[in-house]
């Protein structure tokens, strides 16, 4: 699994979950990933399951930047 900041991280299940990646703090787009949790709000480091997908987020055509990432910072 490969992510970068402004993916969405979806966890199914009878409690799915769906985050906006903050941070990835494994090599290459890895996991572990900081992930802001939708409904709660809550920031948690995740490693997700093998169930879980990443929804990639939208990329402008000039260098790959994420339209409306979070600042790396956060």
Request: aromatic share 6%; proline share 14%; net charge negative.
């Amino acid at each position: 699994m490969r992510a970068n900041a402004g993916d969405k991280l979806v966890v199914p299940g009878p409690e799915s979950r769906t985050g906006l990646v903050i941070r990835v703090l494994g090599p290459d787009g890895a996991p572990p990933y900081v992930i802001k949790w939708e409904g709660d709000g809550y920031i948690a480091m995740v490693t997700p399951g093998e169930y879980s997908w990443i929804l990639p987020a939208p990329r402008d055509g000039a260098g790959g930047d994420v339209a409306g990432a979070p600042p790396a910072e956060l």
